[in-house]
């Protein structure tokens, strides 16, 4: 069985992670394996970078260095755990991968050329099949996160999330550029619609993808409906 590699992208607060637990659930409920990651991190070495660059310890790199560490820490992610879940034949669902290097550190004035080459050090041509571009309003997005600091009690925002509005309305526009750019591998998602129907967009974007292996996985009928009864 061959494993697939789709990424979700888009800004704070977008519904990334929740989006990603939920079709989790769906393919597993059809028997595919799933591993979920995330970047930065996703590895234990990734991992280590994240706490230096989202703790603000390495902004006083500017923004080259800190592309640099985002580099690195994909470099090791894609080495140690995406290449080797796809070989296993698990599909692989990843929070964040080198768009939002093109996004976050492109908006923070690093030029395209250095980019470039980083992504080519890092990636070297590995891309997703699929990736979900959840697009929502900087406005709602930020207050979803802060809502869920109040509920949750954890910490304050991390070193992207301080940035003022703006800047996060420069990005959100950028991620839409990128999707405009390459239509074959990109899907944008309204990320504002209720938690339901974002998760059935998603869905319906996985099927035209991937209907094929999908059938292959369990037959389409069965476990659709075992799903819809929470098996
Ligand atoms: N970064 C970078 O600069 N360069 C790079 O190359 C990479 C990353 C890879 C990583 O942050 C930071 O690193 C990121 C960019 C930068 N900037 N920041 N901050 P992170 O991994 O810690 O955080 P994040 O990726 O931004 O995730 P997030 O803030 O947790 O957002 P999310 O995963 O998209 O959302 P969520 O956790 O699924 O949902 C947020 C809340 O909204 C939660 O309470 C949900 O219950 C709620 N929610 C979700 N969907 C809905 C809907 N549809 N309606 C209502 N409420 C909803």
């Known amino acids: 069985m061959q494993g697939h590699f789709i990424t979700f992208e888009g800004g ?13 659930s769906r393919l597993e409920a059809k028997g595919i394996p799933v591993v979920v990651t995330r970047e930065p ?13 989202l703790s603000g310890a ?11 560490l985002f580099a690195a820490a994909r470099a090791d992610h894609v080495d140690q755990t995406i290449r080797p879940a796809l070989a296993k034949g698990s599909w692989v669902l990843c929070d964040r991968f080198a768009d939002s290097t093109r ?9 395209d050329n250095y980019l470039q080459l980083l992504e080519t050090a890092a990636v070297a041509g590995f891309w997703p099949e699929l990736t979900i571009l959840m697009d929502v309003p900087p406005e709602i997005g930020l207050k979803r996160v802060n809502d869920r600091a109040k509920v949750s009690g954890n910490g304050g925002p991390d070193r992207f999330e301080t940035d003022g509005l703006p800047i996060h309305q420069r990005r959100r526009n950028l991620f839409l550029d990128l999707a405009r750019g390459e ?23 996985v099927l035209e993808q991937f209907g094929t292996a999908l059938d292959a996985a369990t037959g389409p009928a069965a476990a659709d409906e075992a799903f819809k009864h929470g098996a």
């Not at 704070?12 to 989790?24: D, F």
């Not at 991190?41 to 660059?53: H, M, Q, T």
């Not at 996004?103 to 030029?111: L, M, R």
């Open 58 to 68: 390495a902004r006083d790199l500017g923004p080259r260095g800190e592309a640099m």
């Open 103 to 111: 996004v976050y550190q492109g908006e923070a004035g690093v030029d």
């Open 12 to 24: 704070e607060g977008a519904g990334k992670s929740s989006q990603i637990l939920r079709l989790k």
């Open 41 to 53: 991190g996703g590895s234990p070495g990734a991992e280590k970078i994240r706490d230096i660059l």
């Open 183 to 205: 239509p074959d591998r990109f899907v944008v998602i309204d990320g504002t619609r209720d938690i339901e129907h974002v998760t059935s967009d998603i869905w319906q974007a």
